[in-house]
């Protein structure tokens, strides 16, 4: 996360939910917040399946619900 890695889609997907702007340092393992994932990104693909993208860095969702991504 601190090398500001890139996060592309495995395979071609609808954003269903996203969550950003939780600190993404919990030291705790109790922190609120994306339910349990903190910052992420969650698609659906066109078989019905899903993934999730998480722990990302505060402030960098960079799409919103609806968008496809490939």
């Known amino acids: 996360m601190d090398a500001g890695r890139d996060i592309v889609a495995s395979a071609d997907g609808t954003v269903v939910t996203t969550n950003d702007g939780v ?3 919990c030291t705790t393992g109790n922190c609120a917040g994306g339910s349990g994932f903190g910052n992420f990104v969650k698609l659906q693909h066109a078989d019905g399946s ?3 993208y998480a722990h990302m860095k ?4 960079a799409v919103a619900v609806g ?3 490939s």
């Open 50 to 52: 899903f993934t999730t």
């Open 67 to 69: 968008d496809v991504v």
């Open 58 to 61: 505060k402030f960098t969702v």
């Open 23 to 25: 600190d993404d340092r």
